[in-house]
């Protein structure tokens, strides 16, 4: 199997969760070839969803050492930075995939995710706010822009945002637990407004 197969079979394991394997295959293409560079990335990635974060590090570290343009290695160090609340270096990190891959909407998401919570909220929604016009159906991209409108106490855009996410994923147990605190949160404001 070439390398390439390996990969691609690594990222379906990925993607169906089954992490390990994913891992177990990558370190075979590296024992095949040291410097491919999209297995350390793929060591990266899968080690990321473990939350194992060191390790996750480390192959996206070496992935940049071999290629710095890396869009995808740049993309999940910026994720991993915020994934563990450093925003600054996120922000840094996901600014240089952003000039590597422009446009790309899942560095734009991830981008304005980490700008907005990294204390500049308009610039970090308008970052959003491109990434959902790139892909208007991304369901990701959709309940992190009402995440950060719901911060913004935007209750009436959280909601429309959410209810159009669950159109397009009924099933989407993420979008229908922020609709629900959306609403709460919504509620409880009026309450609020109305006792002032």
Not at 21 to 33: F, G, R, Y
Not at 96 to 107: F, G, L, R, S
Not at 142 to 155: G, P, T
């Amino acid at each position: 199997m070439s390398l390439d197969e390996l990969l691609k079979k690594a990222d379906a394991l990925k993607l169906a969760g089954n992490h390990e394997e994913a891992i177990a295959l990558a370190n075979k293409m590296l024992i095949s070839d040291l410097d491919y560079v999209e297995a350390y990335e793929e060591l990266g990635d899968n080690y990321l969803s473990l939350r194992e974060y060191e390790k996750s590090m480390k192959a996206l570290n070496y992935a940049l050492k071999l290629k710095p343009t890396s869009a995808n290695a740049l993309y999940l160090l910026g994720f991993l930075y915020s994934s563990i609340g450093d925003f600054e270096k996120s922000v840094q990190t996901l600014e240089t995939a952003n000039k590597v891959q422009p446009h790309h909407p899942e560095i734009l998401r991830c981008l304005g995710w980490s700008i907005f919570h990294g204390g500049d909220r308009k610039r970090g929604l308008i970052m959003l706010e491109r990434a959902r016009a790139i892909a208007p159906t991304d369901t990701l991209v959709i309940c992190d822009l009402a995440v950060c409108y719901l911060n913004d106490r935007e209750f009436n855009r959280t909601i429309e945002l959410l209810e159009y996410a669950l159109k397009l994923e009924p099933d989407n147990e993420k979008a229908k637990d922020c609709l629900e605190t959306a609403k709460f949160f919504k509620r409880e404001f009026m309450k609020l407004e109305e006792s002032n």
